[in-house]
């Protein structure tokens, strides 16, 4: 008896809201109705979308159908009704995943599947859609830009990434090869900013920020390799975390006086997949944090599907201490080596060339300071 005067109260409760939810419905359909009387060029307009070639049913239009007061009250008593069958419709959260306490693979058994998906990405090329909020903590300024672009990656550190936005063209480039990293954001006046520096230096006394460090981002893709050798820095340490199902691989290295996390990549414990990487400074903070997802085969011709290496997709990138938020997804079908318009293969070795920027492009060598900081230093 108890449980069927809840069921009650829980319909009544319900049919109430719904009925409220249904009344504003009907408020609005009358209201848009006698707006589609006022302006009749909206109810029926037949404006085609030059994207999609489609043509739009405005929303206006699909509402007059109710004008009619009947068939207004049938659709607020089917809404009505509705709702009554549907009690208890509206959605839970879906239910916590379950901590796994079965049987998991030794660390070197792990490392192995690792290697024999990642060493068959020894480059990549693919086309993107791109949004970031690039933070500048010491002006106390921000830019936001989104479009589409390219990324080509090259073993074991090139990388170039290209971001175009609408109506402006070309607005940020990321690039890194084997001793150098560049990083060019379109400014104020249409005018570049280029900053650009050396491996050698980076976290050296003098060395200057940088909006986004593309080492960083290249280690975010989750396609490097482990060597086979796990006393050689950095060192890998594998743990596994129950509540989430995955294996989590700390890379450490000795500094001055302690052993230091450079790396902490976690990998779902069935697919071996990269899930999240975060990325450590010398004190122990995060300089960048990404969650990867989508993950999708990179096809090789000549070779079976099922035999196609794996790679996320969707990344969402943070770094913590600037603010700063990167989000890339590759676009079509991913490539090993793509060839263009003009027959050329890509990517090659030449293209994570470094060039010089235009006369007019505000340029900081965010390194060049570090010479004449050890030279003080030893005086």
Known sequence: MQRSKLQLGTFRTSLHECSEAANHHRDTVCRTVRESRQFPDCATSKSIDPRTGWKPISRLSRLSRLSHPSRARFAFIGILFFCAAMTGCCPHPPPATQPYY?????????????????????????????????????????????????????????????????????????????????????????????????????????CQPIPIRPDLVLQVLGVGLYGADFLREPVPVMRFDNDHDAYVFDRMFRGADRWQTAEEIWYDRQTKRPTRVLLYGDGGRIQLQAELSNHTGVKIDGVPQAQWPIIARHFEMLAPDSGTRISFEFQGDPELQHTNDRGRKLPTPEVFERSEPDADTKVIQIDKDVANSAAMARH
Do not use: C
């Open 102 to 206: 079965g049987v998991t693979e030794p660390m070197d058994s792990v490392i192995a599947a690792i290697n024999q998906n990642n060493l068959k990405i020894s480059s990549l090329w693919s086309e993107l859609n791109y949004s970031a909020t690039l933070v500048n903590r010491q002006k106390n300024s921000s830019d936001s830009i989104s479009g589409d672009g390219a990324m080509m990656y090259m073993r074991p550190q090139s990388l170039l990434i290209h971001g175009n936005a609408a109506l402006v063209g070309h607005v940020i480039e990321l690039g890194s090869n084997d001793t150098e990293f560049w990083v060019k954001i379109r400014g104020e006046n249409n005018t570049f900013n280029y900053w650009w520096g050396h491996y050698a230096n980076l976290g050296k006394p003098g």
